[in-house]
């Protein structure tokens, strides 16, 4: 075929053979078949000779021309060809100005002629060298077997070489390697030059163009470039030999000239090539931001190219920023320093890692970033940045920030793969590993003794939020037992061990722990999680004692400071099980670091403040169930800690508040164990508001399942024997119509209630500990209400003595009621004249019968009647106002008389007048 055919009759003339006879347009492939079907698609017949023959027509009929060929070239079966390079020119002509076109043209020419072009173009920074060579890799693309390699190169070349050379099969990291600043620089530049050498014989190999894009300076593997003679080269004249050895087609657009290549200079572009560049791009973009832009950029066409790729990425996260590689340096950066926790950063880490002052970066990367006050940066836009960043600049990062930034020397360790600094951190304090979620699963590919240090930390982290059955312990656990270290098998014996105690299995938690005499080979702070463990233990078997020495000797070790807050709240523990309050206060108000633990520690102090009658407890107790909240503690622990808050709420006659809060209770319990408890302190509750049978059908459940169920069976037992009180307390109110509130005065009948109370006292067992000495004394207490005066003050007699000044008060004013009921009406007074002054509102309603009703049986009714005052305005609770005044009417009707005349009866109108407001 004659070589000046043009493109349009070298496609005809291969696709007629494929054309066989005739239909309505005459014969398939003939020049007047041809100019019939493009007449039947809308175009002019009469423009077909002048397109196949000259190539000579406007762009819409080559256009309509070229989608006729190319559907029958698939009717036929074939793939079409590309489309001429007059067609990929008309959408070029928007964005290239008149010098790229003629290049465009020519370059696509060649290639469509089946000729080899190599071109060479020079322009600086805002002559459109990237707008060119995107032209060209469009066009290109449509090249059956033509796809180019595109190659960036500007900076630290590696970067982009290595990538291309890993497609090619050359092996870059065994040549690269060779390469050391302490070699000779004619070895330095012999290297780099057998790599490009390398490279470009690959390349022709391959066969396809090559689209090449460098900036003026570059570096391999941070060393200067050099050539063949040692001598320091710029980028394009290091990249000469490489280019002169390709033997496939190429467009180098470099910015300084080569030393001896023919090349074609690129000139700025108008306003108005910009202005068309930038609608091409974004079509839909508004005039006055398309204005906006060209402004910004001036006569720079690969500012402009930026800006416009900013403007695309703001609605496409698709669009390849990090393809430019101007911006592909602050794109890493920012996507290294600006993680979504703490996505601010000091804008001195920025400079130093681009090795430039902000001031000096360009109009599209100033675009990027956002200033957020103090010398702080932040991205304007993260779903710009890349995924993932070099691990050089987590390691910048690691060195600037200080220590105290634990969350960034955390976070950039991991991203920097610095296993050791992490692991030091985390050994350090595991709760740490809070701030590294996944980091468990992504060491599945660390070396063994690393991922053993991972797994010792990771146990410790999850023992403290109470979660031993998490999956990762369980493997963690299986990990440490198979280790080598002696040390890590004994530690993953202690910590399963540990696990077992806090589900109450105190006798499986023995049998696992390693014997003491394998405890010195232990670190400090794993012997203390020993030592706490035994006094877990011990504690479980009621030998008090022996665990407050484990739990001292704990507290002698030198032990991790995440540790020093779990030491001092089982030394709390013991100290209260002990009897030893202040010392049980003092070492709960030092647990402050963690904030589980520091939870825990404040609801124990509110537990015991309550029991010691104490106006602090309800602060502390709200604290603590704060804290417990905020640190993602087990809902069952929160729910259990609810209950007791309600408890708390109720003996403070703050019935409504406790009933919120016992309803989110029941809410939250989700295991058996936890809602029983709860339905239990509900039960009493209920007794307390006057609603017998509710409390009944909730204290019935609890009693049923606390005596069937075989966990935790030492605190289970307890909580049976408390339960079987509350259900006689509510049988108290079942029987007699008296809620279980104070002020509680005898003399009443309730068979029920005192068949429970004897048998409940059978079996509580002889335990000298402060729960077990306050369920005794409360059932004694009951029970007396029920038993004639003298045998009530004789059971209630040995608790007079109690350390407990709380339950000391409880026994003495159970003792003065008894003495009311005896006739001892001075000695019953005296009784609460002797007490200390009474904070708590239910002893203090309780005094005040005791008061009321002695006087009045002494005479003394004007003095009787101003305690009643007193009562009304000291801020009593309104139920225990009420049940005062209920009291007092039932026992001394006359005293009415003093009210308004009413149809109430007396315990009523004296109940009703306490309880309301004036």
């Known amino acids: 075929m004659d070589k000046a055919a043009t493109p349009w009759l070298r496609y005809l003339e291969e696709l007629r053979p494929h054309l066989q006879g005739r239909d309505h347009r005459g014969r398939k492939g003939s020049l007047r078949w041809l100019e019939a079907l493009m007449a039947e698609r809308g175009g002019r017949a009469g423009t077909v000779r002048n397109i196949l023959y000259k190539d000579l027509g406007s762009p819409e009929e080559k256009e309509r021309l070229y989608r006729i060929l190319a559907d029958l070239y698939r009717e036929a079966g074939l793939k079409p060809p590309p489309p001429p390079a007059e067609l990929f020119l008309k959408s070029a002509r928007k964005v290239l100005?008149?010098?790229?076109?003629?290049?465009?043209?020519?370059?696509?020419?060649?290639?469509?002629?089946?000729?080899?072009?190599?071109?060479?173009?020079?322009?600086?920074?805002?002559?459109?060298?990237?707008?060119?060579?995107?032209?060209?890799?469009?066009?290109?693309?449509?090249?059956?077997?033509?796809?180019?390699?595109?190659?960036?190169?500007?900076?630290?070349?590696?970067?982009?070489?290595?990538?291309?050379?890993?497609?090619?099969?050359?092996?870059?990291?065994?040549l690269l390697s060779q390469l050391s600043p302490t070699q000779p620089y004619i070895l330095q530049g012999a290297l780099q030059q057998e790599f490009l050498a390398a490279l470009a014989q690959a390349l022709n190999r391959a066969g396809r163009p090559l689209l090449l894009r460098a900036e003026a300076q570059g570096t391999l593997e941070g060393l200067p470039l050099r050539g063949p003679d040692g001598g320091q080269r710029g980028l394009s004249a290091w990249l000469e030999p490489f280019l002169r050895s390709l033997e496939i087609p190429y467009l180098a657009a470099l910015t300084e000239p080569p030393p001896t290549l023919p090349y074609q200079p690129l000139s700025p572009p108008s306003r108005?090539?910009?202005?068309?560049?930038?609608?091409?791009?974004?079509?839909?973009?508004?005039?006055?931001?398309?204005?906006?832009?060209?402004?910004?950029?001036?006569?720079?066409?690969?500012?402009?190219?930026?800006?416009?790729?900013?403007?695309?990425?703001?609605?496409?996260?698709?669009?390849?920023?990090?393809?430019?590689?101007?911006?592909?340096?602050?794109?890493?950066?920012?996507?290294?320093?600006?993680?979504?926790?703490?996505?601010?950063?000091?804008?001195?880490?920025?400079?130093?890692?681009?090795?430039?002052?902000?001031?000096?970066?360009?109009?599209?990367?100033?675009?990027?970033?956002?200033?957020?006050?103090?010398?702080?940066?932040?991205?304007?836009?993260?779903?710009?940045?890349?995924?993932?960043?070099?691990?050089?600049?987590?390691?910048?990062?690691?060195?600037?920030?200080?220590?105290?930034?634990?969350?960034?020397?955390?976070?950039?360790?991991?991203?920097?793969?610095?296993?050791?600094?992490?692991?030091?951190?985390?050994?350090?304090?595991p709760a740490r590993l809070a701030l590294l979620p996944g980091l468990w699963q992504e060491a599945r590919s660390w070396p063994k003794e690393d991922r053993e240090a991972l797994a010792a930390a990771l146990v410790r982290y999850r023992a403290v939020l109470g979660q031993y059955a998490h999956p990762e312990v369980e493997e963690a656990l299986a990990l440490l037992a198979q280790a080598e270290d002696p040390r890590l098998r004994a530690s993953a014996r202690i910590k399963a061990a540990e696990a077992k105690a806090d589900a109450g299995l105190y006798k499986e938690a023995e049998a696992l722990l390693p014997p003491e005499e394998e405890f010195p080979?232990?670190?400090?702070?794993?012997?203390?999680?020993?030592?706490?463990?035994?006094?877990?233990?011990?504690?479980?078997?009621?030998?008090?004692?022996?665990?407050?020495?484990?739990?001292?000797?704990?507290a002698e070790l030198s032990v991790a400071p995440f540790l020093k807050d779990r030491v001092q709240l089982w030394r709390g523990l013991v100290a209260k099980d002990l009897g030893r309050y202040e010392e049980a206060?003092?070492?709960?108000?030092?647990?402050?670091?963690?904030?589980?633990?520091?939870?825990?520690?404040?609801?124990?102090?509110?537990?015991?403040?309550?029991?010691?009658?104490?106006?602090?407890?309800?602060?502390?107790?709200?604290?603590?169930?704060?804290?417990?909240?905020?640190?993602?503690?087990?809902?069952?622990?929160?729910?259990?800690?609810?209950?007791?808050?309600?408890?708390?709420?109720?003996?403070?006659?703050?019935?409504?508040?406790?009933?919120?809060?016992?309803?989110?209770?029941?809410?939250?319990?989700?295991?058996?164990?936890?809602?029983?408890?709860?339905?239990?302190?509900?039960?009493?509750?209920?007794?307390?508001?006057?609603?017998?049978?509710?409390?009944?059908?909730?204290?019935?459940?609890?009693?049923?399942?606390?005596?069937?169920?075989?966990?935790?069976?030492?605190?289970?037992?307890?909580?049976?024997?408390?339960?079987?009180?509350?259900?006689?307390?509510?049988?108290?109110?079942?029987?007699?119509?008296?809620?279980?509130?104070?002020?509680?005065?005898?003399?009443?009948?309730?068979?029920?209630?005192?068949?429970?109370?004897?048998?409940?006292?059978?079996?509580?067992?002889?335990?000298?500990?402060?729960?077990?000495?306050?369920?005794?004394?409360?059932?004694?207490?009951?029970?007396?209400?029920?038993?004639?005066?003298?045998?009530?003050?004789?059971?209630?007699?040995?608790?007079?003595?109690?350390?407990?000044?709380?339950?000391?008060?409880?026994?003495?004013?159970?003792?003065?009621?008894?003495?009311?009921?005896?006739?001892?009406?001075?000695?019953?007074?005296?009784?609460?004249?002797?007490?200390?002054?009474?904070?708590?509102?239910?002893?203090?309603?309780?005094?005040?019968?005791?008061?009321?009703l002695a006087l009045l049986a002494l005479g003394e009714e004007e003095a009787a009647w101003q305690k009643l005052v007193e009562a009304k305005q000291s801020g009593l609770p309104e139920p225990f106002r009420l049940q005062l005044g209920r009291a007092v009417g039932r026992a001394h009707p006359g005293l009415a008389a003093r009210l308004p005349p009413t149809p109430l009866a007396p315990p009523e109108a004296l109940g009703l007048h306490l309880a309301n407001p004036d």
Request: cysteine-free; charged content about 30%; glycine content about 6%.
């Open 97 to 174: 100005g008149r010098d790229k076109r003629r290049i465009f043209r020519h370059f696509l020419r060649e290639l469509e002629a089946g000729r080899r072009p190599q071109v060479v173009v020079v322009g600086g920074a805002a002559t459109g060298k990237g707008v060119l060579l995107s032209a060209l890799r469009q066009a290109l693309a449509a090249f059956p077997g033509k796809t180019p390699f595109v190659l960036n190169l500007g900076g630290e070349l590696a970067q982009a070489l290595i990538p291309l050379a890993e497609e090619l099969g050359v092996e870059a990291e065994t």
């Open 585 to 852: 206060l003092t070492a709960l108000a030092q647990v402050g670091h963690d904030p589980l633990l520091l939870g825990r520690a404040r609801y124990q102090m509110g537990d015991l403040l309550m029991r010691l009658g104490s106006p602090e407890a309800r602060a502390r107790m709200e604290e603590g169930l704060k804290a417990l909240e905020e640190a993602g503690a087990p809902q069952d622990e929160v729910a259990r800690v609810r209950a007791r808050y309600a408890t708390l709420l109720r003996r403070l006659g703050l019935y409504p508040e406790a009933e919120a809060a016992i309803r989110r209770a029941l809410e939250e319990a989700l295991d058996p164990f936890t809602r029983a408890r709860v339905e239990s302190e509900a039960g009493i509750l209920q007794a307390a508001q006057g609603r017998p049978l509710e409390a009944l059908a909730l204290l019935s459940r609890a009693e049923a399942y606390f005596r069937t169920t075989g966990e935790r069976p030492k605190e289970a037992r307890y909580r049976h024997l408390r339960t079987l009180f509350r259900l006689a307390a509510a049988y108290l109110l079942l029987e007699t119509g008296t809620p279980y509130r104070p002020p509680l005065l005898g003399g009443l009948k309730a068979p029920e209630a005192k068949r429970l109370l004897w048998d409940l006292l059978a079996k509580i067992p002889e335990e000298a500990t402060d729960r077990y000495t306050a369920l005794r004394l409360d059932a004694e207490s009951l029970l007396a209400l029920l038993l004639p005066p003298k045998e009530a003050r004789e059971r209630l007699r040995p608790f007079l003595g109690l350390a407990n000044p709380y339950l000391r008060a409880q026994a003495r004013l159970g003792y003065a009621e008894a003495l009311l009921r005896e006739g001892a009406y001075g000695e019953a007074l005296a009784q609460t004249v002797a007490l200390p002054p009474l904070l708590d509102p239910g002893l203090k309603a309780q005094a005040k019968a005791t008061e009321v």
């Open 272 to 429: 108005e090539e910009a202005r068309r560049f930038v609608r091409e791009r974004l079509p839909h973009l508004p005039p006055e931001r398309l204005e906006a832009l060209v402004n910004q950029a001036g006569r720079n066409f690969g500012e402009l190219s930026r800006l416009v790729l900013l403007e695309a990425a703001k609605h496409d996260p698709e669009t390849p920023l990090q393809d430019d590689p101007a911006l592909r340096p602050l794109l890493e950066a920012l996507a290294a320093f600006s993680p979504e926790a703490d996505p601010a950063f000091p804008a001195a880490l920025l400079e130093r890692a681009l090795n430039r002052p902000l001031e000096r970066l360009s109009q599209a990367e100033k675009a990027l970033l956002e200033w957020v006050g103090d010398g702080l940066v932040r991205p304007s836009l993260r779903s710009l940045l890349p995924q993932e960043a070099p691990r050089e600049l987590h390691r910048l990062a690691l060195e600037f920030f200080p220590r105290e930034n634990l969350f960034r020397r955390l976070y950039h360790a991991r991203k920097a793969g610095e296993r050791r600094i992490l692991l030091d951190l985390l050994t350090e304090d």
């Open 521 to 554: 080979l232990l670190d400090e702070t794993a012997r203390a999680e020993g030592l706490l463990v035994r006094a877990a233990v011990e504690r479980w078997k009621g030998d008090y004692e022996k665990a407050a020495r484990y739990a001292e000797r704990a």
